[in-house]
């Protein structure tokens, strides 16, 4: 069972969903040139709020082997896509002017779209030196993104591109990632089945 944070602000309603922690397996299926990488992994997930409009999501990753080996980490920020106001807190650390914007379940119905969605963005970082910056929508419990930006250090790997899509099914969390890497266009990279653990 889910309980809604009362402490929640409105504009994550529509990403309240995904607040909690979640663990589950999942696979890496990537066809690179000809060769199939393929293994399984096992991923804690979690989303939380700290009072702003945004959500805090971090990931890690290990391979199911007899040591467990660490696979990867990916840590960020979901939040609902909209213009920036006076009363939003930033750049850097300069408090937002006036009234936090979007306060009511009211006023965030006006960010909802036509096709009755909302969009979203998600900023991620991986420790690989690639950066990543997601538009989406999501639509009750289904987000669908895609890279807007990607970013790499000199010492990262090839990538260039990817999509996401995360839905809730059964109280569990299934998600699936597709990349464009390694000189390759997009395609499958992995997906995973995760619940809730807290």
Known sequence: MFNLDTSLPAE???????????????????????TTREHEFGQ????SHDGLPYLNYSSTTWILDES?????????YW????????GDPGPGMLPGVGDRPYPSAEAVETLRTSRGDFEIEVA?????????LYLGTVDGPRIDLQT?????????????????LYGLVDNRLLWAWDIAALGNDLRTHAS???????
């Open 12 to 34: 994550l309603a529509p990403l309240s969903w995904l607040i909690g922690v979640w663990e589950g397996t999942g696979v890496v299926h990537y066809d690179d040139a000809g």
């Open 68 to 76: 467990l080996t660490p696979l990867n980490a990916e840590a960020g």
């Open 124 to 132: 991620l970082i991986h420790p690989g030196g690639v950066s990543e």
């Open 148 to 164: 807007d930006a990607v970013m790499r250090s000199a010492s990262a790997k090839e990538y260039a591109a990817a999509t996401r």
């Open 44 to 47: 804690r997930v979690s989303f």
């Open 192 to 198: 995973g089945t995760l619940t809730r653990v807290d």
């Open 79 to 86: 939040r609902l896509h909209r213009p920036s106001q006076p």
